[in-house]
């Protein structure tokens, strides 16, 4: 497996044509953005994990039929100080770093005392932000980082502590239909509390509509929740939203915040502070958008690792959520290298299955309802919410499919009722994985596969002017496991998963985590924001689009 995840990837710094075959619909026009982990050795050191690797970005421009690609490394922070020592110097979440031998045991003293509260790294590596007329790249810690997403220059670096109180974010925002961004990070320890901070940035800065002001100045706090425990908060990495609700899960996949304090003195990385107690429950907290505060039932389910939301909507009083779910955190130990590039097969095995599950959540429970009823009504799905003695309402999922991941949807539906879901068929193990399209209304699905192809995220573009919810194109960025074989970009048809066109490049390309298409404004007045259909451009309101 050291072709798709050890081996340091080139840049491919100016724009190569791909060799088409097939039929590019001639309304796609834009540009396919993508980022994930390039670079894992500098120099003789090298990350241990998957996830720590440095960002490298990559596009594939798509007009008038032509295709073409480049790649750039992101120029972060963390970046320049590893090159320029031709090491490692900077602490990635799974691999700590020692820039260098300390002279004397004073010099090492404040070596020690400046990371026992870290900060973070700046290697924004996980996913791509719109924020007004902007593009970032973004992870999970306080920074993002501003790029160009036409040369994918790297631009300035953006804390978040500036303008809100969270030391990490997750790198999976939500849109409203005229651009506003809504995120959730974490405060750790911030006067004497630890708590789950929801943020809002307007699309545009306040009293301007002049391109170029940044609007994150006007960042303002939506809402916060407590963390059940001061020094264990929850680990995530998506949210969920409906028109009118956001869903937070707080579960058992904690990080250990006095752990982390010591970890650089210990010589262990900030990830062997986290931990899953599955003896522990996964809280489920529904905020109300219109009052900005959670709504009081407590619901809790089973122990469960989310990493990713898929969508969620309102139904006959109750918020209907589905998610991936994980038996246990054994995702994250699967994407050490040394577990990656050795005895993968076996390894694999011992991963829980990424399941799908939706979950049914009662808004307003019924005071006088038996102890132990189901308070479900929705005949739409089998999920249970049993009401117990102590007024807490367990929750029981439907499990729809199992062996998926990096789901996307149709973004129109986002927040709404919907229908389709397009992700990587996960088979933990060297096969490879294929491409699918999942019914929950049928629950049949479709699928594309191919020898030696590994498909990264598959990415929904809708036909301008579309009526149903899967007409359109996927598109999904394809790596090989055959070094003779050429990455290519794959376009599918939406409704039927045939293959509409490839785009093969002669470049290094990496297996990358996720991304979003800009449609080209000037052709395709419809989509306004990356991936999204924008049905009022000046509307304002709760949020229900994500990236």
């Not at 925002?173 to 506003?180: F, Q």
Request: hydrophobic share 35%; with cysteine.
């Amino acid at each position: 497996m050291e072709i798709i995840f050890g081996r340091n990837k080139k840049e491919q710094l100016e724009p190569v044509s791909a060799r088409v075959t097939g039929a590019i619909p001639a309304w796609l026009q834009g540009t396919l953005l993508r980022n994930g982990p390039g670079m894992h050795t500098v120099g003789e050191s090298k990350y241990n994990h998957w996830f720590d690797g440095l960002a490298l970005l990559h596009s594939f421009s798509i007009r008038d039929g032509e295709v073409f690609y480049r790649s750039k490394y992101l120029h972060s922070d963390t970046y320049s100080a590893n090159i320029e020592a031709n090491k490692i110097v900077v602490s990635e979440f799974g691999t700590m770093a020692y820039p260098d031998p300390c002279k004397n045991i004073f010099s090492k003293a404040f070596s020690y005392l400046s990371h026992t509260i870290p900060d973070f790294t700046d290697n924004c590596l996980i996913n791509i932000m719109k924020c007004g007329d902007d593009f970032y790249a973004t992870t999970e810690t306080n920074y993002i980082r501003k790029i160009n997403p036409q040369t994918l220059e790297t631009l300035e670096k953006v804390d978040y502590r500036k303008y809100v109180a969270v030391n990490l974010a997750t790198a999976h925002p939500h849109y409203d239909a005229a651009g506003n961004v809504l995120n959730m990070g974490t405060s750790i320890v911030d006067n004497g509390r630890t708590k789950y901070v929801m943020f809002k940035i307007p699309a545009t800065a306040p009293g301007t509509k002049k391109k170029g002001k940044s609007p994150l100045k006007h960042t303002e706090v939506f809402c916060s929740i407590p963390s059940r425990s001061l020094l264990s908060p929850s680990y995530y990495h998506s949210f969920g939203v409906t028109e009118s609700y956001v869903i937070f899960l707080e579960q058992p996949f904690k990080l250990d915040i006095l752990k982390m304090a010591t970890a650089y003195m210990r010589g262990v990385s900030w990830a062997s502070c986290m931990s899953f107690h599955r003896e522990d429950k996964t809280y489920i907290h529904i905020i109300d958008q219109r009052t900005r505060k959670p709504v009081p039932t407590k619901f809790y389910t089973d122990p469960m690792v989310v990493f990713h939301h898929v969508n969620a909507y309102e139904e006959d009083g109750c918020v209907v959520f589905d998610v991936i779910a994980y038996e246990d955190s054994s995702l994250y130990q699967l994407f050490y290298l040394a577990n990656l590039n050795q005895n993968f097969e076996e390894n694999s095995r011992m991963t829980s299955v990424p399941t799908l599950k939706r979950f049914a959540v009662p808004l307003h429970v019924d005071k006088n309802a038996e102890v132990g009823s189901n308070l479900i009504k929705v005949t739409s799905t089998r999920a249970t919410a049993l009401k117990e003695k102590d007024g807490h309402v367990y929750c029981q999922p439907e499990v729809l499919y199992e062996g998926l991941e990096l789901p996307r949807i149709n973004y129109a539906h986002n927040g709404k009722p919907y229908r389709y879901i397009f992700a990587a068929e996960v088979q933990w193990s060297p096969i490879p994985t294929k491409i699918l399209k999942y019914d929950v209304l049928t629950k049949s699905s479709l699928k594309w596969g191919e020898e030696c192809c590994w498909p990264a995220e598959p990415v929904f573009v809708p036909t301008p002017g579309a009526k149903d919810e899967d007409d359109g194109v996927i598109l999904s960025a394809i790596v090989s496991t055959d070094p003779q074989k050429l990455p290519f970009l794959l376009i599918l048809d939406a409704k039927t998963f045939t293959e509409l066109a490839r785009a093969s490049v002669d470049a290094d390309m990496h297996l990358d985590l996720h991304g979003l298409f800009i449609p080209d404004v000037d052709r395709s007045a419809e989509n306004q924001t990356p991936a999204m259909m924008q049905e009022d451009e000046n509307s304002e309101g709760p949020i229900t689009q994500q990236a």
